[in-house]
């Protein structure tokens, strides 16, 4: 998923002059866009290097060392939101001793909505209209940096076309427990916080007045649906997608007028061990449903559902609310 966003983002940097073939280009990561940012360079001649997440694991190690990416990848730790906050730590100390390196800033450089564009366009051909057909159209995505579900809603809702109708886009964002994006911070997932959907600082590629809906999903209701898609339609996919996949069921089964499309972001090989591998222990997706909340004192595992109405970014953390 991220290729196109790498891809579009560094052809628009050489194209304006930012930066030259055989620059470095860095960014943190914790495994996607690695990859895309590693095969980007080596399309157009460029260095790159990558501070990466304790999460990413021998095969992409292997894939980036094959591309001449350069790798450091944080020491093991439990606490993904900590292994966030390290990293960007030490893209700045990088900087400070290669002050020539470009950081990409995938997190905060609206640059990577570039290369949604042409998807867009793809998915507006494929279901009839901006705007799906007559009973409009719901993408479901995991929110991460901001820029796949941005980037997608306002090119399906005509904002690069000011002579296109307004379309009935609604967007809906999944996101972990765990995540400050949307105040989520005060409610701890025993698991694990899902890399790359959520959050432990502020993202300046988060629109938050384009989202209808939000979705916190726990790990094990990701797991569940994670091992369901594959199961049911044969879709090996990672955590994350298995999260959206949940969350696209439910809104299909609310509005079944609606076209629905999810993201589905990676594979699952780098989720064997840690997901797949407990397929006994998934629920069954009958067996699980979302808590419908009015605000984020509310919020409870394993599954919470609110209606955002494309409200502005939450004003500081929610103190949690009596039960």
């Given at each position: ?108 450089d609206d ?16 279901v009839g ?20 579900t941005g ?173």
């Open positions: 998923m991220k290729a196109v966003s790498a891809l579009a983002a560094v052809r628009h940097l050489l194209d304006t002059g930012a930066v030259r073939r055989g620059d470095t280009l860095l960014d943190s990561s914790s495994g996607i866009y690695a990859y895309a940012l590693a095969l980007a360079c080596h399309r157009y001649g460029m260095r790159c290097h990558i501070v990466g997440s304790t999460t990413v694991d021998r095969t992409l190690r292997t894939q980036l060392a094959v591309l001449g990416a350069t790798l450091e990848q944080m020491e093991p730790c439990s606490d993904l939101k900590l292994d966030q906050k390290r990293r960007v730590e030490r893209v700045h100390e990088i900087l400070a001793e290669h002050p020539e390196y470009h950081w990409m800033r995938q997190y905060h640059v990577h909505y570039l290369g949604y564009r042409a998807i867009a366009d793809r998915i507006r051909e494929a209209g901006a705007g799906g057909d007559a009973a409009g159209f719901t993408l479901v995505g995991g929110v991460g940096s901001g820029a796949s980037a997608l809603a306002r090119y399906l809702r005509g904002a690069d076309d000011p002579a296109r109708p307004p379309a009935d886009v609604e967007l809906v964002g999944v996101q972990p427990y765990g995540s400050l994006t949307f105040g989520a911070e005060h409610v701890p997932d025993p698991e694990i916080i899902i890399a790359g959907i959520g959050s432990s600082i502020p993202f300046g590629n988060v629109s938050h007045e384009l989202y209808d809906t939000l979705h916190w999903i726990s790990f094990d209701a990701a797991l569940a649906g994670s091992v369901d898609l594959l199961r049911r339609h044969a879709v090996f996919a990672g955590l994350s997608t298995g999260a959206c996949y949940l969350a696209a069921r439910h809104e299909r089964e609310r509005a079944p007028e609606r076209t629905v499309l999810f993201i589905a972001a990676d594979t699952g090989h780098r989720y064997v061990d840690t997901v797949y591998a407990r397929h006994r222990e998934a629920k069954a997706l009958t067996d699980l449903a979302p808590r419908e909340v009015a605000d984020q004192r509310q919020l409870a595992l394993p599954w919470s559902r609110m209606h955002w109405n494309r409200a502005p970014a939450p004003a500081g953390p929610p103190r949690p609310g009596r039960r």
